[in-house]
Structure formats: structure tokens, C-alpha cells
């Protein structure tokens, strides 16, 4: 056993779980936590270490998922299950922030997706989280992460890392720093909106990758939204287009050959369809108008934010290889591409959906 899982054991032993811990090994492929099933006698858990790094306020992102998914729970809705420690807390503090959440059985989850109907089910589980949340008051959820959708301020700080160039890779990044400072005045919308009131403040995941849903493996209908350490206050559109950007994409998200990356239409529609079809009644009409647009901006951000940290030396993005953020940048801006080229394409669908 490993002075690692060793960690891990004693670290179980603090929180109340059915039954003791018989094994522990790694899980998942997160970028930012480090995960661990726990298998006792009686049941499953997750265990994670939290990034400290990336999320500093600990018992403020604890505190938010509680109240959460303790709304969601009320209204009937899966969600994840916080199993607090000995003492009682949402969390441990125990040579770094250690939480545990029951393991949601029986259920798979999608890197990927060419069956529209399960991009369709993701739509309507989107959809749904905002639905079940609409009457929870966004503004008293803690920013975890300050200006995580800010785009405005995602490029700036973009522009500030090439400047500075810290780990001298700007020369192999020419071309995509070109195309994303050609695009500058087009990232405002949402913000500027937010701002004026003419959109309102909402929950929202912020990372809704079609890996953050928990899908039934038997129906692959949607059971579960996890992942919940983003959840705060900001627009439905964050995470109506990210959801685009990351499952509409005919490759992953760190495919080399972008040849291979297209953005799919077909799918874009499938979800649009899930989506609306959850929040009808919900969404005002200038909400429905930035659809599409926002489909553009979160891909774009996303693109921003991988070519940053690659300027950076990759301090935030986990990377398996030197160039992986410069990769997964050009997957991103390949679809930003398509997306601008689509944009009408993608209001009509829009609206036949509605």
C-alpha cells in the first residue's frame, strides 16, 4: 500500500461512513481534485482533496454546495449527498480540505456523445438545474472563484500573460494569440448585460461539460448534476455555452488533429431542444436571443483561458505533455470559427425550437 492510499485511509476514518473502509484507489480523470473511491462494507463513496489553489475559500464553496443541493434535494431532484466528517462539517481540514459525497450508483458518464438523444437528455438536465433553482436567491452563494465567467476580464488577463511571456512559449502561440486578439470587442455581451440588469442573476453550474452529468446505464437518462464546485451567481447563458462548446464538438477537447474538430449542428439542436423545453417560462426573451452568441463567447473563453495557462507554464490546467494547453486552446478555436460561420444557422434553431 502506498503512502498515498495510506493518507486516504486514515482520512476516511474521520467521517462517518456506513461501515469501515475495506479499499480506496484513485478516480476519475478531474483536472483540479484529487479523487478517491472508498468501497466498506455496506456502501460507496467519493473522497476528494480539494485544490486549495484553485479554490481558496473552502468553507464558502462547502457552504454553497450544501445549500444547494439541499434545495434540490427539497424539490424532489438526485444530487449529490455530502457525508459530513466526525466533527459534524461539511469538510475536513486535515493536511489540506477533504470532503465526501455518497456514490451515486448505477450510473456512466460521457467524455463525448454522437447519439443526439443523450445530448438531448444532458439539454433537459441543464435545463431542469436552472428550473429547480429559479427561486433560490443567487446572490447569497459565495463567488468561489472571482470573475470565473468575467470574459472581458478572462482576455485581459489572456493579453497579460502573453506580455509577459513567463515560460518563453509565446513564439509557438502566434496564430492563436492573433485570433483571439482579432475577436476583443466581441467578448463584452454577457457581462455588460449582467451589469445593466437587462439579464438576470442566477444559480449557475459554470462547468457544464457533458461529463458533469451522472446518466442512468440502463435508460441513459440524466440522474445527477455533479461537479458543483462553480456554482454561484451568473447568467443561464455560462452555462448554456459550455455545454455547447464542450459537447457539440465532433473531437475531445485535446484532439492534436483539429481536422477532426468540427462543431455539429445536429447536436447543438438536440440540446437546444432538451434545454429550452426545461426552462420554458423560466428564460426572458433576451436570453433567448444570446443562445447562440454565448455558445461563441464560452468557447472562445475557454480557448483563452488554455492558451493563458499554457503562457503561464501551465500552473492551474492539469497537463499530460508539454503543449497539452496549447492543444486543447486550438481545439477551442477551431470551433469558435465554425460557431461565427453558423451564428444564423443557430438562431433559426433557436427559435423553431421554441
Same mark, same amino acid.
Given at each position: 500500500?502506498?503512502?498515498? @492510499?495510506?493518507?486516504?485511509?486514515? @482520512? ?24 478517491? !473511491? ?22 464558502? !464553496? ?8 439541499? #434545495? ?126 437587462? @439579464?438576470?442573476?442566477?444559480?449557475? #453550474? ?18 445527477? @448534476? ?35 474538430? #468540427? ?27 444570446? !443562445? ?16 493563458? +495557462?499554457?503562457? +503561464? ?10 503543449? #497539452? ?30
Amino acid at each position: 500500500m502506498t503512502e498515498e @492510499i495510506k493518507k486516504a485511509f486514515e @482520512i476516511a476514518e474521520k467521517f462517518r461512513l456506513d461501515g469501515k473502509a475495506k479499499d480506496i484507489c484513485r478516480y476519475g480523470s478531474g483536472h483540479i481534485n484529487t479523487t478517491y !473511491l472508498i468501497t466498506t462494507d455496506n456502501k460507496r463513496y467519493i473522497l476528494q482533496l480539494m485544490n486549495e489553489t484553485v479554490f481558496r475559500d473552502t468553507y464558502g !464553496l462547502m457552504r454553497n454546495i450544501c445549500a444547494v443541493t439541499d #434545495h434540490l434535494r427539497k424539490s424532489g431532484t438526485e444530487t449529490l449527498t455530502v457525508v459530513p466528517a466526525l466533527s459534524g462539517e461539511s469538510y475536513l481540514r486535515c493536511d489540506g480540505n477533504w470532503r465526501v459525497y455518497e456514490f451515486i450508483e448505477n450510473t456512466v458518464t460521457y467524455q463525448s456523445v454522437t447519439d443526439k438523444s443523450i445530448f438531448g437528455n444532458a439539454g433537459e438536465a441543464f435545463g431542469m438545474f436552472q428550473n429547480k433553482l429559479s427561486d433560490f436567491d443567487a446572490s447569497v452563494l459565495t463567488e468561489t472563484i472571482p470573475h470565473f465567467h468575467d470574459t472581458p476580464k478572462r482576455f485581459r488577463d489572456f493579453t497579460a500573460s502573453l506580455s509577459s511571456d513567463k515560460a518563453n512559449r509565446a513564439k509557438y502561440a502566434e496564430r492563436e494569440a492573433d485570433f483571439l486578439t482579432a475577436r476583443a470587442d466581441t467578448y463584452g455581451k454577457i457581462a455588460s448585460a449582467l451589469d445593466r440588469g437587462e @439579464i438576470p442573476l442566477r444559480v449557475t #453550474h459554470n462547468d457544464t461539460k457533458l461529463n458533469n452529468i451522472l446518466m442512468d446505464a440502463v435508460t441513459g437518462k440524466a440522474r445527477a @448534476i455533479i461537479d458543483l464546485d462553480t456554482v454561484m451567481s451568473g447568467s443561464l447563458l455560462y452555462d448554456f455555452g459550455d455545454s455547447i462548446r464542450f459537447g457539440a464538438s465532433t473531437a475531445a477537447e485535446d484532439e492534436r488533429d483539429v481536422n477532426k474538430v #468540427h462543431f455539429s449542428m445536429p447536436l447543438f439542436e438536440c440540446f437546444a431542444q432538451g434545454f429550452l423545453g426545461a426552462v420554458s417560462g423560466r428564460i426572458t426573451e433576451y436570453e433567448k436571443e444570446l !443562445l447562440p452568441y454565448s455558445c461563441y463567447l464560452m468557447t472562445a473563453e475557454c480557448g483563452m483561458r488554455f492558451l493563458a +495557462d499554457y503562457l +503561464d507554464g501551465d500552473v492551474y490546467f492539469a497537463v499530460k505533455y508539454a503543449d #497539452h494547453n496549447l492543444v486543447r486552446a486550438r481545439t477551442q478555436l477551431k470551433l469558435v470559427g465554425e460557431m461565427e460561420r453558423c451564428l444564423g444557422t443557430m438562431e433559426e434553431t433557436v427559435k423553431n425550437c421554441l
